[in-house]
């Protein structure tokens, strides 16, 4: 039950890294969309 928790903490943790390289990209697409209009 612990390494699952431990492992579950891990996924938590590439999420999070996940998410702050993606925002940036996201945030461009969004720039760039609206921009078009």
Same mark, same amino acid.
């Given at each position: !039950? +612990? +390494?699952?928790?431990? !492992?579950? =903490? *891990?996924?938590?943790?590439?999420?999070? %890294?996940? /998410? %702050? =390289?993606? /925002?940036?990209?996201? *945030? =461009?697409?969004?720039?760039a %969309? =609206? +921009?078009? +209009?």
């Amino acid at each position: !039950m +612990r +390494r699952f928790c431990k !492992m579950k =903490l *891990h996924l938590n943790e590439m999420n999070i %890294s996940i /998410q %702050s =390289l993606v /925002q940036p990209l996201f *945030h =461009l697409l969004k720039k760039a %969309s =609206l +921009r078009e +209009r």
